[in-house]
């Protein structure tokens, strides 16, 4: 019985913390955590004098680099990365890119990520939720 009880024991801490980890992931919030890192999906594309990538169901990985101001962003699609763009926080849980103008501009918070920008005639965007 001891052996049991045991058991089921273990297989409801199991289901604890599983549970805990999977629901915690989005509700992870990018202005409040040292380490930040999520999957953001929807439309994205990139254009440059070699390259026009559109995807409705693309995904961009983003990751808080050690700096704790600066972010990574990997796109899915043969997409090129945006790597090292610096935030600041604007609200309690929204980032916008430093130096961000009418024509380029990265968004991001717990739910939304809206990516125009441009550079050196490469543009990329993306209208993604997680």
Same mark, same amino acid.
């Given at each position: 019985?001891?052996?049991?009880?045991?058991?089921?024991?273990?297989?409801?801490?199991?289901?604890?913390?599983?549970? =805990? %980890? !999977?629901?915690?992931?989005? *509700?992870? $919030?990018?202005?409040? &955590? @040292?380490?930040?890192?999520?999957?953001? #999906?929807? =439309? %994205? !594309?990139?254009?440059?004098? *070699?390259? $026009?990538?559109?995807? &409705? @169901?693309?995904?961009?990985?983003?990751? #808080?680099?050690?700096?704790?101001?600066?972010?990574?962003?990997?796109?899915?699609?043969?997409?090129?990365?945006?790597?090292?763009?610096?935030?600041?926080?604007?609200?309690?849980?929204?980032?916008?890119?430093?130096?961000?103008?009418?024509?380029?501009?990265?968004?991001?918070?717990?739910?939304?990520?809206?990516?125009?920008?441009?550079?050196?005639?490469?543009?990329?965007?993306?209208?993604?939720?997680?």
């Amino acid at each position: 019985m001891k052996k049991a009880m045991r058991l089921l024991g273990l297989f409801l801490t199991m289901i604890f913390v599983v549970t =805990t %980890i !999977s629901s915690c992931s989005r *509700d992870d $919030d990018p202005t409040n &955590n @040292d380490f930040f890192a999520g999957t953001y #999906k929807g =439309t %994205i !594309s990139y254009h440059d004098s *070699d390259n $026009d990538i559109n995807s &409705n @169901d693309g995904s961009v990985f983003v990751t #808080k680099i050690a700096s704790g101001t600066k972010y990574n962003f990997a796109f899915s699609n043969g997409i090129p990365d945006l790597n090292g763009v610096e935030f600041n926080q604007q609200g309690d849980h929204t980032l916008i890119m430093v130096g961000s103008t009418a024509t380029s501009y990265i968004r991001i918070d717990n739910n939304e990520l809206k990516i125009l920008y441009i550079k050196d005639g490469k543009t990329w965007t993306a209208n993604c939720t997680r």
